[in-house]
């Protein structure tokens, strides 16, 4: 069955069409398929231990034997060097997207000529901002590992 195309404002277009999803819905039949069977032949096959020691129920952890209570506490500076690595690696994802609409070749000339300098004036003080928080975490020793 063949749609006839739509005229829109951008021109004749070729009209809405499900059959351009069939790929899509065999692709997700087959992921469901497959994870289905995978569940279902660790439970009907032998797959499994048939001899169930201390050994074999211990927990696996990368390796190496679980030794303690799971219930240890971790040292703060674990996740302080955490939240700062999320901290300056998002403030410097945001200069990405202002570089490319700024000095890209493709970005509009009249969004430059309106807002390039107030644009600039803001990655200045956006870039003062972040210099001042790693100087700061620097000069209280954020950095060092002890």
Do not use: N
């Amino acid at each position: 069955m063949t749609v006839p195309p739509v005229q829109t404002p951008a021109g004749l277009e070729p009209a809405f069409s499900l059959e351009a999803y069939y790929p899509v819905l065999v692709y997700a039949v087959v992921a469901v398929l497959f994870a289905l069977t995978t569940v279902a032949a660790t439970h009907l096959f032998p797959f499994k231990p048939r001899k169930l020691t201390k050994v074999k129920q211990m927990a696996y952890e990368s390796g190496m034997d679980p030794v303690g209570s799971a219930r240890m506490q971790f040292d703060i500076k674990f996740y302080l060097i955490a939240i700062l690595f999320l901290v300056f690696d998002v403030e410097l994802l945001f200069l990405y997207p202002w570089a490319v609409i700024a000095y890209g070749e493709s970005g509009d000339q009249l969004w430059r000529t309106v807002f390039g300098r107030v644009a600039f004036l803001e990655i200045l003080v956006f870039m003062a901002t972040f210099a001042i928080a790693y100087v700061y975490s620097w000069k209280r020793g954020v950095f060092q590992w002890r």
